[in-house]
């Protein structure tokens, strides 16, 4: 059994720097929009963390390859959390 | 009774090929992974001294129209890095070549609006001594755009050796190594824009 699955084609690669570039173009008028400023914040994070995973899965090939290299780069991701909350509660800045 | 077949050398080197492709693999995620807990760090930083202008500018210097255009061309050099991937294992290196020159091409692009930005804030005053603010703002974007220059470092150095046809199949995995760092440092900034820039303003 392949341990990868197949790679997309060229044209999913275009449909997909397509939806990043209408999801920045989203993320930039969000502050501009005073409407949106009671879910700016939320908004904000929620739209970057589509695009970070849609550049790990699709272009960094991660929804394609082994759990190993998903798992490294994993627990790299969800052990800056920690370290995140670590940093901004020593010095009471949360 | 059992026949003793001899190994094949040429079997043997094509899963040596292959063990030494999944371990630089690995060796490439492991350090992405570690480098996610550098720039989570830094990004801590930041939040941590992000009002502490000490008089001096702060977040209301940032040109976000400007820095979504730069945000923008980095984007879309991780399309034109997936692409020059994809024609290399597809063995069109002139294909492969025309799209890392591409994305070498967008990288620049991002570091010399990194560096007017950069020369914009020091004529407004905010320099590295500035403030806490600047410190932390400048040591975090500093370091981003090091690695974007490091990238594209090294995706000229790819483009030299297709031209020179040393970037032959055995080499091929230098170009997805590449490609795995290129796109890392595109999801940095995705964290970059958005914490930094986008929530600031």
Redesign the interface.
Known sequence: MSETAA?PT?KL??I??LI??VV?AI??A??SIPALDPI??PA??I??AV??AI??A???HLKYDTA??RS??????F???P??VV??LT?N?L | MATHTAPDPALDAHAGGHDVHKTRKTAMWVFLGSECLFFGSMIATFLLYRNTTEGGPGAELFNVPFTSASSFVLLMSSLTMVLAHNAFERKDSRQGRVWLAGTALLGSIFLAGQIFEFTEFVHEGLTLSTSPFGSSFYMLTGFHGAHVAIGVMMLAAMFILSLTGRLNDEHGLNVELVGLYWHFVDIVWIVIFTVIYLLQV
């Open positions: 790679h060229p690669y275009w997909i720097a990043l570039a920045t993320e930039v969000i502050p700016k914040v904000l994070l739209l970057g695009k970070f550049v790990v699709f272009f960094m190993l290299f490294l780069f994993l627990i790299g991701v052990g800056s959390i370290l995140f940093v901004l010095f800045s």
